[in-house]
């Protein structure tokens, strides 16, 4: 039976999907680079991508175009934990590719948290990776006198949480959400001006001093924050 011709272009793209064709991220080209490719309107390109959309073979997002459809990764705020962690207990395989590593002048980083570490910090930036795609930019600040003995190899097979020699208390997190910037949108496969979740968290040892500052970047489709809200037991006056 003859197909209609976004029906050959929806089927084309499916088998490219299926054979891993498209960009690391997951993005698929503009609706406009799609028309010229398949010499097609925006409108049969459109009616092609919808049919798999329906199929949840794709998905859009406003700032990211079309997307292969994947399911975020679910990270609960009811513990201090790691991506790491988070991901294996989501099906997915982590990965640490570690940018950066060095000792520098707290005043000179990103973060204005990170003075509460002192003077001197040791600043690790690294990618975060999910089943080899990448899922977060991370930078970590960690007070001078307990990153003088860690190393750039230790910092990529091992979270801090795990290397510090210390009793952790907790950490204070804020998330909130963002326009992402050009080196991180290059890092992270997605384009410039998309939306990105940026969390920064502060650790504190036993005794209250922070220990550690952090902000992830996660690409706003990939993960999803959730916080268990029980009831409180409520009080009834006469």
Excluded at 90 to 107: H, L, N, T, V, Y
Excluded at 140 to 159: F, I, M, N, P, T
Excluded at 200 to 226: C, K, M, S
Aim: net charge negative; charged share 25%; glycine share 8%.
């Amino acid at each position: 039976m003859r197909q209609i011709r976004y029906q050959q272009i929806s089927e084309a793209i499916r088998l490219r999907v299926a054979g891993g064709e498209f960009d690391p991220s997951g993005l698929l080209p503009s609706e406009a680079e799609l028309g010229q490719e398949y010499e097609a309107s925006r409108v049969t390109i459109r009616k092609a991508l919808e049919v798999l959309r329906q199929d949840g073979l794709l998905d859009s997002r406003q700032g990211f175009g079309w997307m292969v459809a994947v399911a975020p990764v679910r990270q609960p705020l009811s513990a201090l934990t790691t991506i790491e962690a988070q991901l294996r207990a989501s099906g997915r395989q982590p990965e640490r590719r570690i940018i950066e590593f060095s000792f520098k002048d707290a005043a000179d980083a990103s973060l204005p948290a990170v003075a509460k570490l002192g003077d001197r910090v040791l600043e690790v930036k690294r990618v975060n990776l999910a089943d080899g795609e990448p899922f977060a930019r991370v930078s970590v600040w960690c007070r001078d006198d307990l990153g003088a003995e860690l190393s750039r190899k230790q910092v990529a097979e091992h979270s801090f949480y795990e290397l510090l020699p210390i009793a952790l208390a907790g950490a204070t997190q804020t998330i909130g959400a963002a326009v992402v910037e050009a080196d991180d949108a290059a890092l992270l496969g997605v384009p410039l001006g998309s939306a990105v979740l940026s969390v920064e968290r502060t650790t504190f040892d036993a005794d209250g001093a922070a220990v550690l500052v952090a902000q992830h970047i996660f690409p706003a489709h990939l993960t999803q924050f959730v916080v268990d809200l029980p009831l409180e037991e409520m009080i009834v006056g006469e």
